[in-house]
């Protein structure tokens, strides 16, 4: 029998609207410190929610959202009502991150990690001229282009789907590999490949193409070389309501007029 989640870690975005829903719910069901929680529930919109699943992953908890933001794919409708209950209801999905390995003009070596995409972006009016290898194979030698991304199942359905790539299952064990504004070639559109494929994407005349690197919030300018693969003994855990939860929130965006 699954433990009862009970002891409740709560967390707030610094707008007046979470704040007010978290001294709300503080007073109604108290606060466990994180190191006693069964639970973290977050305040605000998908940006926090990065953000704490990011800050909080070291503790290895789950993650239950609330909407108190402006973009809320990753949270749960906003009641202050049967808390307990809807936390013991929940169904969970556990995510693996994105590890983005990044070299820059300058020498250095940056890893992080994403939960939605890594993206590389031009950073001037001229654009970028990347190589892109799969698994030591090279399969593109030049895209030109405004940019391109590696997404997650759970991060398809944000600037990935923005950028026409497809949505994926998130039972899948699939990644989307998707350009941004490509010129050449004229007719690739991305590709769909599995979750444990290495991508390494190099940039081409970096010092007159420079491109920057992004996973999530986290932006390094000036690369070289980025390499991004999932890391499958990372588990991030969400949890949704049954009637909405991520799979079905998913292949709803699939119908969406």
């Not at 010129?183 to 490949?193: S, Y």
Request: proline residues 6%; charged residues 25%; negative net charge.
């Amino acid at each position: 029998m699954a433990k009862r989640l009970e002891k409740i870690a709560f967390v707030a975005s610094d707008t007046k609207q979470a704040q007010d829903a978290l001294h709300n719910l503080v007073n109604r069901y108290g606060n466990t410190r994180l190191e006693d929680a069964d639970v973290i529930v977050a305040l605000g919109g998908d940006g926090f929610m990065l953000q704490t699943l990011h800050q909080h992953m070291k503790h290895g908890l789950p993650l239950y959202g609330m909407k108190r933001g402006t973009v809320g794919f990753l949270m749960n409708h906003y009641d202050e009502e049967s808390l307990v209950e809807r936390l013991n209801r929940a169904h969970l999905a556990e995510l693996h991150p994105l590890r983005m390995s990044v070299e820059t003009a300058g020498g250095e070596v940056i890893d992080e990690l994403a939960m939605n995409e890594v993206s590389l972006l031009r950073q001037t009016r001229q654009a970028a001229r990347i190589r892109v290898l799969v698994n030591d194979r090279e399969r593109l030698p030049e895209l030109v282009c405004d940019g391109i991304m590696v997404a997650t199942p759970a991060g398809s359905t944000a600037y990935n789907l923005s950028a026409h790539g497809p949505i994926l299952p998130l039972d899948a064990g699939v990644l989307a590999l998707t350009p941004i504004s490509p010129f050449r070639p004229r007719r690739w559109r991305g590709a769909i490949l599995p979750s444990t494929a290495q991508v390494r994407l190099e940039i081409l005349e970096p010092g007159k193409r420079p491109v920057s690197a992004t996973a999530d919030a986290h932006e390094v300018r000036d690369v070289l070389r980025v390499d991004v693969a999932e890391v499958p003994d990372v588990n991030l855990k969400l949890m949704f309501d049954p009637d909405h939860n991520l799979e079905e929130r998913i292949m709803g965006e699939q119908f969406m007029p």
